[in-house]
């Protein structure tokens, strides 16, 4: 949610920021609305002035037996009460569509974000490690997994529809050892708060994280208002809705494995085949509660924090910086992690790591104070750390053999109960 002081002290710089986006300049319809509902404001309190200045010469009236006085001002009180809730009618009217129309503008990208329409225009910033050496064609990996016949993508079509996956054995338990291991390196190494949240949500937790009014198609509802979680990071973000925190806590971080669901709306023909892409899938998410001056700081610790997954695994990905025409609704800046995927020869997504400045945190009500001082609106940040499927994925193709079987990392054996590979 945008600060409307904000547009009103210099709408230039707004319709800059809408402009990096990709968006037509909007601040001087928004100021046209802001002024008529301060119009009315100004006007509603001039007649509760009125008002209560009329309700005092009924008593004064009153005081001196002046019935046809005090019956005067009766009238007029009478009058000035239906037009003040007249006014409020029109005022909660104008606040409604201010708030709507504020509510759908994405976050301003910050100013060292890269101009560019698209994916094509996205900055890489650092590569690690070395793409795995095969004297062999290398598979993807849903050709793996089912020739191991541990990865059932008919079973659950016929229970589910497509974009689902029936995991079996070795693979059910990779995921498993995969989402513990992440569990453990971020809460032990990073100082995160392991949560188990709710994974289902109502409307003011999504129009809080931003995925609400605009995005409801890539949503899953279900029954008596709920939602099903595209991530965690909304539960997780959710946890200090309306609260004002004390600084001296910040930065909050918070962690927790989920299942995620996704309608994939605008991904039709898109990753039909496999596990890159689906309906439901697990994840491991990261959060940030903290003060705007550290934000920053943050955002690159929460990226070093995905990053090491990776390493630990023995994964080859790049670092990319997003232009401001491939950052999500509510992001500020985005870092994604890419990993390299043999079978794909291409890096693909695996983690998302945002700022969201104190974007949310208006949606949410959320603030901070440090003693005495007036509070002030937080930021949160949200990553993946990691998308459990997609790790598997990376696995698959980055530890295969020519034979079809897939070799374990050092980092999960102890997880997967000393096995040093899966299948044959």
């Given at each position: 949610?945008?600060?409307?002081?904000?547009?009103?002290?210099?709408?230039?710089?707004?319709?800059?920021?809408?402009?990096?986006?990709?968006?037509?300049?909007?601040?001087?319809?928004?100021?046209?609305?802001?002024?008529?509902?301060?119009?009315?404001?100004?006007?509603?309190?001039?007649?509760?002035?009125?008002?209560?200045?009329?309700?005092?010469?009924?008593?004064?009236?009153?005081?001196?037996?002046?019935?046809?006085?005090?019956?005067?001002?009766?009238?007029?009180v009478a009058g000035l009460k239906e037009k003040i809730q007249?006014?409020?009618?029109?005022?909660?009217?104008?606040?409604?569509?201010?708030?709507?129309?504020?509510?759908?503008?994405?976050?301003?990208?910050?100013?060292?974000?890269?101009?560019?329409?698209?994916?094509?225009?996205?900055?890489?910033?650092?590569?690690?490690?070395?793409?795995?050496?095969?004297?062999?064609?290398?598979?993807?990996?849903?050709?793996?997994?089912?020739?191991?016949?541990?990865?059932?993508?008919?079973?659950?079509?016929?229970?589910?529809?497509?974009?689902?996956?029936?995991?079996?054995?070795?693979?059910?338990?990779?995921?498993?050892?995969?989402?513990?291991?992440?569990?453990?390196?971020?809460?032990?190494?990073?100082?995160?708060?392991?949560?188990?949240?709710?994974?289902?949500?109502?409307?003011?937790?999504?129009?809080?994280?931003?995925?609400?009014?605009?995005?409801?198609?890539?949503?899953?509802?279900?029954?008596?208002?709920?939602?099903?979680?595209?991530?965690?990071?909304?539960?997780?973000?959710?946890?200090?809705?309306?609260?004002?925190?004390?600084?001296?806590?910040?930065?909050?971080?918070?962690?927790?494995?989920?299942?995620?669901?996704?309608?994939?709306?605008?991904?039709?023909?898109?990753?039909?085949?496999?596990?890159?892409?689906?309906?439901?899938?697990?994840?491991?998410?990261?959060?940030?509660?903290?003060?705007?001056?550290?934000?920053?700081?943050?955002?690159?610790?929460?990226?070093?924090?995905?990053?090491?997954?990776?390493?630990?695994?023995?994964?080859?990905?790049?670092?990319?910086?997003?232009?401001?025409?491939?950052?999500?609704?509510?992001?500020?800046?985005?870092?994604?992690?890419?990993?390299?995927?043999?079978?794909?020869?291409?890096?693909?997504?695996?983690?998302?790591?945002?700022?969201?400045?104190?974007?949310?945190?208006?949606?949410?009500?959320?603030?901070?104070?440090?003693?005495?001082?007036?509070?002030?609106?937080?930021?949160?940040?949200?990553?993946?750390?990691?998308?459990?499927?997609?790790?598997?994925?990376?696995?698959?193709?980055?530890?295969?053999?020519?034979?079809?079987?897939?070799?374990?990392?050092?980092?999960?054996?102890?997880?997967?109960?000393?096995?040093?590979?899966?299948?044959?």
């Amino acid at each position: 949610m945008h600060d409307i002081r904000a547009i009103r002290d210099d709408p230039e710089v707004f319709d800059a920021g809408l402009k990096r986006r990709g968006l037509a300049p909007m601040a001087k319809g928004i100021l046209g609305q802001d002024s008529e509902l301060r119009e009315l404001l100004t006007g509603l309190q001039q007649l509760q002035a009125l008002r209560n200045d009329a309700s005092k010469q009924i008593g004064q009236a009153k005081a001196k037996e002046d019935e046809a006085t005090a019956q005067t001002f009766l009238k007029e009180v009478a009058g000035l009460k239906e037009k003040i809730q007249q006014g409020e009618e029109k005022e909660r009217e104008l606040k409604s569509a201010l708030d709507a129309v504020l509510a759908a503008i994405p976050n301003l990208p910050a100013a060292d974000v890269p101009e560019g329409a698209d994916e094509n225009a996205n900055v890489e910033l650092r590569r690690v490690g070395e793409q795995p050496r095969m004297n062999f064609e290398a598979k993807e990996h849903f050709d793996l997994g089912e020739a191991l016949g541990l990865m059932d993508f008919e079973a659950a079509a016929r229970m589910s529809g497509s974009r689902f996956v029936v995991l079996k054995g070795q693979l059910a338990k990779l995921e498993r050892a995969l989402a513990a291991f992440m569990l453990d390196l971020h809460t032990s190494k990073f100082g995160y708060q392991e949560i188990v949240p709710p994974a289902l949500v109502r409307d003011e937790a999504l129009f809080g994280t931003g995925q609400l009014p605009k995005f409801s198609e890539d949503l899953f509802h279900a029954e008596n208002g709920h939602w099903l979680i595209p991530t965690a990071e909304v539960p997780l973000t959710n946890l200090v809705r309306g609260d004002i925190l004390d600084e001296e806590e910040l930065p909050l971080r918070f962690t927790a494995y989920t299942p995620c669901f996704r309608a994939e709306a605008g991904a039709a023909g898109k990753d039909t085949r496999g596990m890159i892409r689906q309906h439901q899938f697990s994840k491991v998410e990261l959060v940030s509660i903290t003060m705007p001056e550290k934000s920053n700081e943050e955002h690159e610790r929460m990226t070093e924090c995905a990053e090491e997954v990776l390493k630990s695994l023995g994964l080859h990905f790049r670092t990319m910086a997003l232009c401001t025409g491939d950052m999500g609704f509510a992001a500020k800046k985005t870092f994604d992690l890419e990993v390299w995927l043999p079978g794909q020869n291409a890096f693909r997504e695996i983690s998302s790591c945002s700022n969201c400045g104190d974007f949310q945190a208006r949606r949410m009500n959320t603030r901070s104070r440090a003693g005495d001082e007036r509070p002030r609106f937080v930021h949160t940040l949200n990553g993946s750390g990691l998308a459990i499927g997609r790790t598997m994925v990376a696995i698959l193709e980055n530890y295969q053999n020519e034979d079809g079987s897939i070799a374990i990392p050092d980092a999960l054996r102890s997880y997967m109960g000393g096995d040093e590979r899966i299948g044959l």
